[in-house]
């Protein structure tokens, strides 16, 4: 995926360097009444805080929102995941909701990613949302996962450095034109988007189970050395006491 985007964002970066005119209207930057939060989540558990910690992000998100845009904002949660859908069932008040039948999940296909990713690209087209924005786990190690907040739409051309394609002094002979090129390659880069997230998500939910499960087993593990050891004083303590009823049965005697 990341080698694919890459190719992308260079096509694209070119694009820019040649100074061409075009325009598309997943650049569209306007007034923000609606937005859309698409977080993620698991289908299952046993994978510790990894739940928790993308619910707190998704709440922070949405006081930034408010404070950026005002309390009239709309926002449209689209959570990914059974667990998560539980988890934001709490934030569908006043002006938010929850959106609950969503097409997709944490394990979802490519097809099932595409047909989601062109659903929310007509919604914002068509002018029924005016910010989408993505909050999932970021891959970095087996160890380390952090939550990533970023925007799908509209476009920001920051993602896109024309610098660094002019830097390498290749000059390049679009065919057919640049408007062409970019309407087809602006929604294969969004599309490249959302199917990493998807797969971030995924390589940091496994991660975060093998994290939650290693730990368990180091706690499982203590508290059998904890049991043993008072099993065994418990055990040396009725020795004792049985060879001190001996002792002073015979003393008797």
Not at 122 to 138: A, C, K, N, P
């Amino acid at each position: 995926l990341v080698p694919f985007r890459s190719q992308v964002e260079t096509i694209i970066g070119n694009l820019l360097s040649a100074d061409a005119a075009f325009s598309s209207p997943l650049l569209e930057e306007r007034e923000v009444r609606n937005a859309t939060v698409v977080v993620w989540g698991s289908d299952d558990g046993l994978c510790g805080a990894y739940n928790v910690n993308l619910a707190k992000q998704l709440a922070a998100t949405l006081d930034e929102l408010r404070e950026r845009y005002g309390m009239g904002l709309e926002v449209d949660i689209y959570p990914v995941g059974r667990k998560m859908a539980k988890a934001v069932v709490k934030y569908a008040t006043g002006r938010v909701s929850v959106v609950s039948d969503i097409t997709v999940d944490s394990k979802s296909d490519g097809q099932a990613v595409k047909d989601f990713t062109r659903a929310l690209e007509d919604s914002f087209t068509g002018r029924q949302v005016d910010e989408v924005r993505l909050l999932y786990m970021h891959y970095h190690s087996a160890g380390r996962q952090t939550v990533r907040n970023e925007c799908l739409l509209p476009v920001e051309s920051s993602n896109f450095s024309a610098e660094g394609i002019k830097a390498t002094g290749r000059p390049c002979i679009f065919e057919p034109d640049a408007q062409t090129i970019f309407s087809s390659v602006l929604p294969m880069f969004l599309l490249s988007v959302m199917q990493e997230a998807f797969a971030e998500n995924r390589a940091s939910e496994q991660a975060a189970r093998v994290m939650a499960m290693q730990s368990a087993n180091d706690n499982a593990k203590k508290l059998l050395e904890q049991l043993r050891l008072e099993f065994n004083k418990l055990r040396q303590q009725s020795i004792t006491t049985e060879l001190l009823d001996i002792v002073g049965g015979q003393i008797k005697d």
